[in-house]
């Protein structure tokens, strides 16, 4: 049986929601499995080996997480980051030498696909946007990304614009692969719109992410417009954390309807988004995100500012409301607008965009893609 190695820098554990861009990947994993064997290698806070069947999950420890954290361009940082380099080189070389996988997908390009490239073994990326948009504006690292991307087989994004960015850099070809998890039934969900409507925010509070975006916007709406709001609920975390939590606390002392609250399983995300009449996606930075997937499969449409791959995909599937402009002012007019609309009308396209973005399909096209002995 051909053995698939998958490299990520983000993989569930028992902290809910820590695992960032990387949410979906154990549903990938698990979908891969149904046809190869598959070796796991994630970062973690301590080693271990985990095996059922045909998935095998190695984790080894790292000095900090998430690695989203740490900032090559800060020298505080770089103790941490030569550390993780040094271990996850090592932990990659020992999962070769002890499973001997046929073909490895490094989930990201940097520091995966560094890791993947040290092996010999061929390889594949999966490039996110923080790949290109971040890390490769940095000259020297841009570098390496360039050489990671050019040894790489075949190269993977989860956007369409990402894709034709990774060409320019790589001077190779770059696959469409749409990020995906499944999540299960919202519980409690009676379906019942009124004619107040429910809102909310499941993601990093993180600039790129726009959660300053969604406070100001927020904070900028009239006693008419929240005459419209039944409540908006606003959960994650990170480095804006206190931002976020004390405009929520503002806005709610002011008579608001607004909660927030921390990570969340995917059990109580489905119960979120399932509960919304929309769901607010305020990025300024974005490829496809995975809430958006998210957000199809649950028949939840979407209030979303103009970034990426976004206004394509609003413009094909006619999945919500979107702003004209990445600013709290543009979210804002987009709040504005959704307001007044029944969020039942979006339904025919986000059943379009379901059955596009679905894991199952994208573990098949990444074996078809690679070829033999997978396909």
């Excluded at 695992?19 to 796991?40: K, N, Y």
């Excluded at 059922?52 to 997480?65: E, G, N, Q, S, W």
């Amino acid at each position: 049986m051909p053995r698939i190695a998958l490299i990520t820098t983000s993989y569930p554990d028992a902290t809910p929601g820590r695992e960032a861009a990387g949410s979906f990947v154990e549903d990938f994993a698990l979908e891969l499995a149904r046809i190869v064997d598959v070796t796991v290698l994630a970062v973690s806070e301590a080693d271990s080996v985990e095996r059922d069947d045909r998935l095998t999950i190695r984790r080894f420890a790292v000095p900090r997480l998430p690695l989203s954290r740490l900032r090559p361009g800060n020298p505080i940082d770089w103790p941490a980051i030569v550390t993780t380099l040094r271990r996850g080189q090592r932990a990659t070389a020992d999962m070769v030498s002890a499973d001997r996988p046929d073909h490895i997908l490094a989930l990201w390009a940097l520091p995966s696909g560094w890791w993947a490239r040290s092996t010999g073994v061929p390889y594949s990326t999966w490039v996110l946007g923080s790949d290109v948009w971040i890390l490769g504006r940095v000259p020297v690292i841009r570098s390496v990304l360039a050489g990671v991307l050019n040894g790489a087989a075949r190269r993977f994004a989860d956007g369409i614009q990402l894709g034709a960015d990774v060409e320019r850099l790589s001077a190779r070809s770059c696959s469409f692969l749409a990020s995906s998890r499944r999540l299960p039934t919202p519980r409690n969900n009676s379906g019942e719109h009124g004619d107040r409507l429910k809102l909310a925010f499941l993601g990093r509070w993180h600039p790129n992410k726009g959660a300053d975006l969604l406070m100001q916007a927020l904070a900028s709406l009239g006693d008419e417009e929240w005459q419209r709001i039944d409540e908006i609920r606003i959960f994650g975390g990170g480095p804006l954390e206190e931002l976020v939590k004390k405009s929520a606390h503002e806005l709610a002392a002011a008579g608001r309807p607004v909660a927030s609250g921390g990570y969340l399983d995917k059990q109580e995300a489905a119960d979120l988004i399932g509960w919304a009449d929309f769901l607010i996606l305020p990025s300024r930075i974005e490829s496809i995100p995975v809430i958006f997937s998210d957000a199809m499969q649950l028949g939840t449409p979407l209030i979303a500012t103009p970034v990426g791959d976004l206004p394509r995909l609003f413009e094909r599937y006619k999945c919500g409301v979107l702003a004209d402009a990445p600013t709290s002012e543009g979210l804002a007019d987009a709040l504005r607008t959704a307001l007044h609309q029944d969020s039942r009308s979006f339904l025919p396209g986000i059943e379009r965009a379901r059955t596009d973005f679905d894991t199952r399909s994208s573990a098949r096209l990444f074996l078809d893609t690679i070829g033999e002995p997978f396909s």
